[in-house]
């Protein structure tokens, strides 16, 4: 039986990374972000009324409507590697982790997206640079729910 050695490692050894990035990452949420809550408030305005976050879905769909199988994902373009100006940022410090971070989250929402449909849901992605056009983002929404 091989027995593993560890070593002692100091804080000096560890990287130490820039506190105002630690403070911007901290600040960076995973539900009832901006772009999420204007959807959600543009849905409710339109008389729809739905469930957020469902863990029993693949993917914990962002905003999910039951009763018509219909799952949405609100997406920062950057963080899910979106092709706008916005997703195709090129991190300055540390490229290679983020680049195979975006795209493993891309390729995660490809396979969830995957899944729900094989389980009969249908999906969309908003993405948050699309969000600002009111009346488009209406439209795709309430042909997307119909």
């Given at each position: 039986?091989?027995?593993?050695?560890?070593?002692?490692v100091?804080?000096?050894?560890i990287k130490?990374?820039?506190?105002?990035?630690?403070k911007?990452?901290?600040a960076?949420?995973?539900?009832?972000?901006?772009?999420?809550?204007i959807?959600?408030?543009?849905?409710?305005s339109l008389g729809y009324r739905?469930?957020?976050?469902?863990?029993d879905?693949?993917?914990?769909?962002?905003?999910?409507?039951?009763?018509?199988?219909?799952?949405?994902?609100?997406?920062?373009?950057?963080w899910?590697?979106?092709?706008?100006?916005?997703?195709?940022?090129?991190p300055?410090?540390?490229?290679e982790y983020?680049?195979?971070?975006?795209?493993?989250n891309?390729?995660?929402?490809?396979?969830?997206?995957?899944k729900?449909?094989a389980l009969?849901?249908?999906?969309?992605?908003?993405?948050?640079?699309r969000?600002?056009g009111?009346?488009q983002?209406q439209?795709?929404?309430?042909?997307?729910?119909?």
């Open positions: 039986m091989q027995q593993l050695k560890l070593e002692a100091t804080k000096t050894e130490q990374t820039d506190p105002r990035r630690s911007i990452m901290r960076v949420k995973a539900t009832d972000t901006g772009p999420e809550l959807v959600r408030r543009l849905l409710y739905y469930r957020l976050h469902r863990k879905l693949p993917g914990n769909p962002d905003i999910v409507f039951p009763g018509r199988k219909a799952a949405i994902f609100v997406h920062g373009c950057f899910h590697g979106h092709s706008c100006k916005r997703g195709a940022r090129v300055k410090t540390n490229t983020w680049t195979e971070k975006i795209r493993r891309a390729e995660r929402d490809k396979i969830n997206i995957g729900l449909e009969g849901w249908k999906a969309l992605i908003v993405w948050e640079c969000i600002k009111t009346q983002l439209n795709n929404l309430t042909r997307f729910l119909v």
